[in-house]
């Protein structure tokens, strides 16, 4: 059974770029979440998609949006890219709403320059 | 204020020892889960509780509720749990995670 997977898995832009990463979830999984790492704020809940509909959402601005397709794969972007924005980005998959049993894609490192 | 508060931050032990890494939240709950996280960013969801206590092989977690708090155990350490242990909370419609703690276990 393949696992959660992110592509790409390293990734440089520019200031003031665009970025769109995605994620391909475990067959089966309709719940796609994203997360944010960074060594000064630690892991931070950025949104949360279930059956192609965002359920949860972080405290982050509007530059960072998602999506989900009808195959459950989903995508995040995230616009006018900053400096701070430089983070592993993680995504997670799960069967059901309301249920634990995530597992964890292996990220993308993203630098912004 | 961080919603979640772990502590230590750092820990090195000898293998055998018994370790306990502690969560404590300031946000109501619905569940509460440990991560254990491997250099390279791998993360390995371990447990999710909402009450009392689970078990899996050397390793055990407990929340109390009432005071907002959470431990994790791990029985007979060994070098191979050398990893980040991280608290996360699930208040019904969004997580917050504890800055987590380093976990090194010597031979």
């Known amino acids: 059974k393949a696992g959660v997977t992110q592509t790409p898995r390293y990734l440089i832009k520019t200031r003031g770029q665009q970025v769109t990463l995605s994620c391909s979830p475990i067959?089966?999984?309709?719940?796609v979440s994203w997360y944010q790492q960074t060594p000064g704020q630690g892991l931070q809940f950025l949104f949360e998609?279930?059956?192609?509909?965002?359920?949860n959402k972080g405290n982050f601005p509007g530059r960072f949006s998602g999506r989900q397709f009808s195959n459950s794969r989903s995508e995040m972007n995230v616009s006018t890219l900053e400096l701070g924005d430089s983070a592993l980005y993680l995504c997670a998959s799960r069967s059901t709403q309301g249920a634990w049993g995530y597992t964890f894609g292996s990220g993308t490192r993203l630098t912004v320059v | 204020k961080n919603e979640v508060e772990q502590s230590p931050q750092n820990l090195t032990a000898q293998e055998e020892e018994f370790i306990t890494i502690n969560c404590s939240y300031s946000v109501g709950i619905s569940a509460l889960h440990w991560l254990q996280q491997h250099p390279g960013g791998g993360i390995v969801s371990l447990f999710m509780l909402s009450s009392g206590k689970k078990k899996h092989g050397r390793l055990i977690a407990t929340i109390n509720i009432q005071e907002k708090h959470s431990s994790l155990h791990i029985t007979a350490s060994h070098p191979r749990d050398s990893a980040v242990y991280i608290c996360a909370v699930f208040t019904g419609n969004q997580f917050y995670f504890g800055t987590g703690t380093s976990l090194t276990v010597i031979p």
């Open positions: 067959s089966g999984h309709r719940s």
């Open positions: 998609y279930f059956s192609e509909t965002q359920r």
